[in-house]
């Protein structure tokens, strides 16, 4: 699969100039009743317990205002973090520094939450040889810090796009004319490294699956005994990955039926921002 955080640095640009446009219009109103030459330190302080992510994101911000901007940073993206605590030191133009806070704060407080939320199904699944992997449901605009942020926290990256994977669900094969004929087609049309997966929602389907050559299947709202059949059934022959409605509570016991993957839509589409906040220093 394609490395998808190769062009990074292009990524925190594109994000971070659409954001700023998006929140700055035509130009900041309130900054204009700071005189242009003054200068000031902030602190930016988290309130939550968590792990850090999107420092990138956050000094962009505030470079593309103003490059003189200094940052001083006590943390690094995949640090546990502590509530109370500070994270960085700033100091430079003031109005800069007021038009790039809510900006960099929102890049920082959601990759923050995201990645806190991954350490926390990673740590849950520890000791088993299950891993956390994520999904396509990300915010529209923001696929690559979401998934650059599960990575920060300890998950898997599954395929990026539709582009660099082959997932052939119901409806792919309903089209195709039978899980057979989907999964023939796509062994007969993927290029070599090509990632392919097979959604089935009964052991039936797995052992068609797994007679025409599937090797990596997606074991869709199965119960954990079916999990634990599943495993069984496809022994050294494929890689089976748990899927819906996986939470907290319930993915340990996932984790213990000898599945190799749990996929967590939640990670990047039910996010729970860190609470965060900046406050200057007089």
């Keep these: 699969m394609p490395d998808p955080f190769h062009a990074l640095e292009e990524t925190i640009t ?5 954001a700023l446009a998006e929140d700055m219009g035509a130009g900041d109103l309130t900054a204009r009743l700071i005189p242009p030459e003054r200068t000031s330190q902030a602190r930016l302080m988290t ?3 968590g792990v850090l992510c999107g420092t990138e994101w956050f000094n962009r911000t505030f470079e593309e205002l103003d490059p003189d901007i200094e940052i001083f940073w006590h943390h690094a993206d995949g640090d546990d973090i502590v509530a109370g ?4 030191e700033l100091e430079g133009n003031a109005r800069a520094m007021l038009t790039a806070e809510r900006t960099a704060i929102n890049f920082v407080q959601l990759l923050s939450g995201v990645a806190t939320r991954t350490r926390k199904f990673v740590r849950a699944v520890e000791g088993t040889r299950a891993r956390i992997v994520d999904t396509r449901k990300t915010l529209p605009g923001l696929r690559i810090a979401q998934k650059y942020a599960v990575a920060t926290g300890g998950g898997t990256n599954h395929r990026i796009g ?3 994977g082959i997932l052939v669900k119901e409806n792919h094969i309903h089209a195709a004319g039978g899980l057979g004929a989907a999964i023939r087609a796509a062994l007969h049309d993927a290029e070599p490294g090509v990632m392919l ?3 089935v929602e009964t052991l039936e389907q797995l052992r068609e699956a ?3 050559g599937a090797r990596l299947v997606l074991l869709d709202n199965f119960d954990l005994a079916g999990m634990r059949e599943a495993v069984r059934i496809a022994g050294d022959g494929a890689e089976l990955e748990a899927s819906g409605g996986v939470s907290l509570q319930s ?3 996932i984790a213990e039926t000898g599945v190799h993957r749990i996929s967590v839509g939640a990670l990047t589409k039910d996010v729970e921002a860190l609470d965060l906040s900046m406050r200057f220093i007089h």
């Design 14 to 18: 594109r994000d971070v100039t659409q």
């Design 47 to 49: 309130r939550q317990d």
């Design 85 to 88: 605590s500070s994270l960085c």
């Design 162 to 164: 539709l582009y660099d």
């Design 197 to 199: 997966q097979v959604e």
């Design 210 to 212: 797994l007679d025409a």
């Design 251 to 253: 993915v340990r016991a």
